[in-house]
């Protein structure tokens, strides 16, 4: 039964994820004065490509052919690691939240080597910008998780989301410190602005598109989505692990349907925020993304540091 | 029946270095052979054609050369095998054998933390002998002798495993002397190039630098206790003083052949110049075994540990870690790239060891159980993936005969199986998960996030920066083996060789890697397996295990309790071949989607040529420009220009040169300081007899003076 649902909450998650990009899209186009598309756009793109026949350059090999299956599958598996609607769920005792990284990892290697598989300029750019922006967030990252893990002694996503609920409201400075680490990770990892921007291909800006350049057909239509999911996920993420009140801890039906309103209303807002931020900042260059994420890094440190100093003293 | 296993395996390993030392003895052995005919005519005809057969001019050395791999591939197998008996057993096996002086013989002890080694050097030598007779076809007999290569293999594998199996500091050393040199040999065989003769004699110095304070690490605790068996030096009393003495002594001998930094300079130089098997076995299991002599020096012989050294250890090994996997980055040349990031495992290693060391002095046994399974389980897998990469790395410059990455590229598709098992290689260095290399991280990372259980507030906020270290240097990892796999091989060839280049023919060639490439991802898959082993090394070394969490069955990795951290690598598995499943056959099910083929966008310019893809050191340049500190980068861009005013460029050169700061910083000063001392001490030496004879007299009247 317990599968079951987890199993469940994970196709839901998977199947969610483009309404997300849709509903962040919409909001953006409303801050700035356009029409917006319709928020199940994205749905209608991933439909429309899977159903194009894929074209792919000459020159790549198998590798080029099986990254958007691999990157696919390791965000999806990923996913399953996050509570989404409910905790106390098997699947997030099969992977910790080290091991959810390790996926992103994964699934960043396959893109990094796809890039590089076409042999063109623009995917070799890519691929570079790509590993070196994700080798300095994975420390930022991993700074601000921990904070959390400690405070709840596990590593274990669902048990960590439940003793914060336990915990009740509690103003933790330390996790003031990991909220605005992992936001300002979330951000680079999942290429938005002032990291990268997802709408534009313009050379010197480009990072993940500049990777994905040779994709077409259902090949885009997997890493597309995964991106959408890689996105969900940092929302859920930060939304389940700061506020994670909502969140189903029984599995009635009541409980799960509230959890899902709840998470549901949590990423609307979050994803109101980052339009804004997105309307308000202009992108940066590449080069001062090592001062935002060793920013991201020192906020890490100073929650892990808050941790030790003002609450786990003894 | 333990010990019989492990004696075979040192005598099969000597045995097969003293085969290879036949190859020139075709004539005698002719000879040999004609004297038995003579000797027995009623032998069975066809045993005696079978041998003159086997004499043949041609036949002969590749017969012999396939011989002796055959008899180290033996040595290995005894080696795994002695080592799984001694680890399942759990005994503690002693033995003298009187060799050497008449009253010191040598004692030897064979227990789970020499078994284990005894493993890790099994399983490498095995895929090694596979590999070994197609890679040394390619060397000529008459400028590269095959006796020599053969008998210092021979000798460097028996020598390491001799290590493992001593029991006294006399025989350790012998051992450990024995498999210095033999591998000096082994760095020194193209000797025609003086750059390897540069390399050779650097790793000499360094190993016996090394070796000596080895020596006199065991002297301390020898001065303490009445003799150098190890079961006397573990009965020394130490005052915490001249435990630290002996520490660092030990630190420093064991740490410069492990190539911690700053004393790893002789890695990145001595690896690279050795036959390609001879590197894996270097780089893979050497450098374990002086992993092995630290464990033995501190976790047995000194016995109780302190912090402190288990902050030193953390320090180093972080420094170690991330120096060697940006050094590693910025290789051009295949095997020092891979030298540098063996430099980075090992700083892993030691980060873990230090968290272990720590753990057990603030009597935590249990997390510094946690601690120690981590660190040798890292070893364990890094003797496995590097074993594999270099193996690979042999392959490449059998069939281009290059090791420089900038100029290589689409090999994917001329040595396709050779590509998978490389691949296999990069993706369990980079950590990623289901595959062995992140269990080890994993564990590492466990290990760390326990730091809540200590007192001391430094320490509490030093290791979760060390964990941060830690995950950096495992991005930078994967950066650096993105960057190996993408420019060797995708993309389009960047040099003729790579062009020419084919799929290897030599199956023993690929069996080697492939049996290392199978053993990365079981364990990978099946921690379990080697983790019940490691358990078992714990359990005897500490006193201590991790608890066996049986409740959530040998599916489940919970090292600490499944409340805190649990990790299911097969459910992983099954649930990504569902997912891609699921999406590859969702996907393809309509015909008329079906793949099409397509020149590559080249934005409307036409004609793509290699020169247009990101090389090397384009890949790493974001990294050399935000870390640039760490370098002595040397950029320079020449431009050759022509026409009246100078104005026209006709050529660009781009130049870049990056070094390693220990050579300004630490080697230098000690080489000058050593000259400076050499003068001074030059000045009595007149060169006059007259004088010399006057010291002599002079140092006679002193000692009369002192003995009356």
Known sequence: MNWLIAVLQSMLFVVLAPLLAGWLKCCKCYLQNRKAPSVIQPYRDLLKLSHKQPVVAEQASWIFLISPYIIFSATVLAATVVPFIAVNLPTSASADVIVMVGFFAFARFFLALAGLDIGTAFGGMGSSREMTISSLAEPAMLMAVFTLTMTASTTNLSLAIAHVLNEGLVLRPSFVFALAALTLVAIAETGRIPVDNPATHLELTMIHEAMILEYSGRHLALIEWASQLKLMLYGVLIANIFLPWGIAETFSGQALGYGLLAIMGKLAVLAIFLAIAETLVAKMRLFRVQEYLSFAYLLGLLGMLSHIILEAAR | ?708
């Open chain 2, 1 to 708: 029946m333990t010990l019989f296993l492990a004696y075979s395996a040192v005598l099969l390993s000597f045995f097969s270095g003293l085969l290879g030392l036949m190859m020139h003895q075709r004539q005698h052995l002719l000879a040999f052979n004609q004297y038995w005919l003579n000797k027995f005519p009623t032998v069975s005809q066809r045993c005696q054609s079978a041998m003159a057969d086997c004499l043949e001019e041609k036949r002969f050395p590749i017969l012999l050369r396939r011989a002796v791999f055959v008899v180290l591939g033996l040595s290995g197998v005894f080696a795994v095998l002695a080592g799984l008996s001694v680890l399942i057993g759990q005994g503690v096996i002693t033995d003298q054998i009187s060799l050497g002086l008449p009253w010191l013989p040598w004692h030897v002890r064979f227990d789970c933390l020499s078994g284990f080694f005894f493993l890790i050097i099994g399983i490498a030598v095995s895929a090694v002998s596979l590999y070994g007779p197609g890679y040394v076809n390619s060397y000529k007999e008459s400028e590269h002798p095959f006796a020599v290569l053969g008998l210092f293999t021979g000798l460097f594998v028996a020598g390491m495993l001799l290590v493992l199996l001593a029991d006294d500091a006399f025989f350790f050393m012998i051992a450990w002397e024995l498999m210095s040199v033999a591998s000096y040999f082994l760095v020194a065989f193209q000797h025609e190039n003086p750059a390897n003769r540069r390399a050779a004699f650097l790793y000499l110095l360094m190993a016996e630098v090394g070796a000596l304070a080895i020596i006199l690490g065991f002297g301390v605790l020898a001065g303490f206790s009445d003799g150098f068996t190890f079961d006397a030096l573990r009965n020394a009393q130490l005052s915490t003083t001249w435990a630290g003495i002996a520490f660092a002594l030990a630190l420093l001998g064991f740490g410069m052949k492990a190539g911690i930094v700053p004393v790893h300079v002789w890695l990145p130089e001595a690896h690279p110049v050795a036959p390609s098997h001879i590197s894996a076995l270097m780089s893979g299991v050497m450098l374990k075994v002086a992993l092995y002599g630290l464990i033995r020096f501190c976790f047995d012989l000194l016995g109780d540990v302190h912090w402190q050294w288990g902050v030193v250890l953390l320090v180093l090994g972080t420094v170690s870690a991330l120096g060697g996997i940006l050094y590693a980055m910025m290789q051009p040349n295949l095997k020092s790239l891979l030298a540098y990031s063996s430099v980075e495992n090992i700083g892993i290693i030691f980060m873990v060891l230090g968290l272990s060391m720590i753990f057990m002095a603030n009597g935590h046994p249990q997390l510094a159980a946690l601690g120690l399974l981590a660190a040798l389980l890292h070893a364990f897998n890094h003797a496995l993936f590097k074993n594999l990469l270099f193996l690979g790395a042999g392959i490449i410059h059998h069939q281009t005969h290059q090791l420089n990455i900038d100029m290589m590229g689409g090999l994917i598709k001329k040595m396709p199986k050779t590509s998978v098992l490389f691949l296999i290689g990069c993706m369990s260095i980079s950590s990623l998960p289901l595959f062995n290399g992140f269990v080890s991280e994993w564990l590492a990372f466990q290990t760390a996030l326990q730091v809540d259980v200590l007192n001391n507030g430094v320490l509490r906020s030093l290791i979760p920066v060390s964990a941060a270290a830690l995950a950096l240097t495992a991005a930078l990892a994967a950066a650096c083996f993105v960057k190996v796999f993408g420019m060797i091989f995708l993309g389009q060839s960047r040099s003729h060789y790579c062009d020419k280049a084919h799929e290897i023919q030599d199956k023993g060639m690929l069996a080697g890697p492939s049996l290392l490439a199978g053993l990365c991802f079981l364990f990978g898959i099946f921690p379990g397996l080697i983790i019940g082993l490691i358990n078992n090394v714990a359990g005897q070394l500490l006193g201590e295990t991790l608890p066996n969490d049986a409740a959530l069955g040998w599916l489940w990795l919970a090292p600490v309790s499944a409340n805190q951290a649990s990790y299911a690598p097969p459910l992983v598995l099954i649930g990504a071949l569902l997912a891609a499943g699921v999406s590859f056959w969702f996907l393809r099910r309509n015909p008329a989607t079906v793949m099409r083929r397509a020149e590559t966008w080249d934005c409307g310019f036409g004609g793509l040529t290699p020169k247009m893809q990101y090389s090397c050191s384009a890949f790493t340049m974001p990294f050399r420009r935000i870390f640039n500190k760490v370098w002595i980068i040397d950029e320079r861009i020449e431009k050759d220009m022509r026409g009246a005013m100078d104005q026209d460029v006709a050529a660009i050169r781009y130049h870049l040169e990056v070094h390693d700061h220990s050579w300004p910083h630490v080697y230098q000063p000690i080489e000058n300081g050593v000259n400076t001392l050499a003068k001074v001490v030059g000045r009595i030496q007149t060169g006059n007899i007259r004088t010399y004879l006057g010291y002599s007299f002079a140092t006679l009247i002193l000692m009369l003076w002192v003995i009356s």
